[in-house]
């Protein structure tokens, strides 16, 4: 259900994302940033427009989308994508498309468990999981 996404959601756990980071062609000092940002999500819903925001101290990155339809996305670390967002079995399911030669494909799947939000990611056969506390 879509409305469970709704709402700010704290950092609280990162496994393997510095190798996902690499997989995908993140630079050495951008991952070092990115390992260290400690994000909040923010998830605002309106019908089968969605807005999520990534807050830290460091840089804030906001990716709006209809479900079901690809568009240009800007990654956090300045990578151009196609992006599209499908919602299936209660799993907020994304694919980007590397634009570049050079550059890899990625997938993410986020859901609640257990009252917490999990991401998994997979770019290139390696695989990153990010885990996020509702906040108070």
Do not use: C
Request: glycine share 8%; net charge neutral; proline share 1%.
């Amino acid at each position: 259900m879509a409305s469970e996404f709704a709402g700010k959601w704290d950092f609280e756990s990162s496994e393997n994302f510095d190798e996902y980071m690499k997989a995908v062609g993140v630079g050495l000092i951008t991952r070092k940033v990115a390992n260290n940002a400690k994000p909040t999500l923010v998830f605002e819903i309106n019908g089968d427009h969605w807005t999520i925001k990534s807050l830290s101290a460091i840089k804030n990155v906001t990716v709006e989308f209809e479900l079901d339809k690809e568009f240009e996305e800007t990654t956090g670390d300045g990578r151009k994508v196609m992006s599209t967002f499908t919602l299936e079995n209660g799993k907020l399911h994304q694919v980007q498309k590397a634009t570049k030669k050079d550059e890899k494909d990625s997938t993410f799947n986020r859901y609640i468990e257990g009252g917490k939000l999990i991401i998994e990611m997979e770019a290139n056969g390696v695989k990153a999981k990010r885990v996020y506390t509702r906040a108070a």
